[in-house]
């Protein structure tokens, strides 16, 4: 009976020992990760934050803290100390948790092409769409579009907005439809028939604000759809152009592996009497 009593004390002082072993372990190597360097302190915040939001309010609130996180996982401009966001603007919106980078607060660096990536020599056009011609959802941050614009007929329109949208094929299929040619010398030509005009063949949608379905119905909360585009300066004229003086402006959605576009010609709507057989 001893003898086992004697076993039983020597395991009890063994598993004690093991498990200061451990403690002491992991002590250490925390303290390691420190004294070593290889923990850094970043500032982060504690909810969400939209942006063009000044931070001054949320710092007086107690938004931020210093959050210690492994060197190699800092991102670049990652802010550090929590008097450089005073008197800051946040440029993009930022994740609770995620860490304040310079690269979005107004002093900081933007990325190229800023926060929706516009491309080198294009401009980001901001246009609102209803929401049939805006894709209803289909149509997504990233896609490519073709813009379509359309006229009605015996819609009167300028010869010099035509000049402005249509290209020269699309000009000669109008004229070619007026009696006289091209209407004489007046400035305005009344359209012969409905036209549908590609105005820009394939462009990068930068941004887009997408309705969302009411509850378990497929009604829309929204009618109205913003979206921004990734165009060329006089990419972007035309498309200001066609919302400014054509009956509708749509976008047409491209398949991922065409952000080309299709070479289109010219094209006209036909009559309702023609598409449904009652055309004299």
């Not at 005073?86 to 980078?101: D, I, S």
């Not at 990325?111 to 289909?138: F, T």
């Not at 299929?173 to 004489?184: F, K, P, W």
Request: hydrophobic share 40%; net charge negative.
């Amino acid at each position: 009976m001893r003898s086992r009593g004697l076993v039983v004390a020597i395991a009890v002082i063994l598993a004690i020992a093991a498990a200061g072993a451990v403690i002491l372990y992991t002590k250490g190597v925390k303290q390691d990760a420190v004294s070593g360097g290889s923990l850094s302190t970043v500032i982060v915040s504690s909810q969400d934050i939209p942006a063009n939001t000044n931070l001054n309010t949320l710092i007086d609130q107690g938004v931020f803290s210093e959050l210690g996180i492994p060197t190699d996982a800092v991102v670049d401009g990652a802010i550090t100390e929590l008097s450089q966001l005073k008197g800051q603007t946040t440029t993009a919106p930022v994740l609770a948790n995620e860490q304040m980078a310079s690269s979005r607060l107004s002093s900081g660096e933007a990325p190229a092409g800023g926060p929706l990536g516009i491309s080198e020599n294009h401009v980001g056009l901001p246009i609102v769409l209803d929401g049939g011609p805006a894709g209803y959802g289909v149509i997504q941050r990233g896609d490519y579009v073709v813009v379509f614009a359309s006229f009605k007929e015996g819609q009167v329109v300028s010869k010099n907005v035509l000049r402005s949208l249509l290209s020269p094929a699309q000009l000669q299929r109008v004229y070619a439809s007026l009696q006289g040619g091209t209407s004489g010398d007046a400035p305005v030509v009344v359209m012969p028939f409905p036209f549908t005009a590609t105005i820009v063949s394939s462009t990068r949608v930068l941004d887009i604000r997408n309705p969302v379905t009411e509850g378990d119905t497929t009604k829309f909360s929204e009618e109205s759809i913003p979206l921004t585009l990734d165009l060329l300066p006089e990419e972007a004229s035309s498309v200001s152009f066609a919302l400014t003086y054509a009956d509708s402006v749509r976008l047409g959605l491209l398949p991922p592996q065409n952000q080309d576009g299709y070479a289109t010609p010219a094209t006209a709507g036909p009559s309702f009497e023609s598409v449904v057989g009652t055309a004299k």
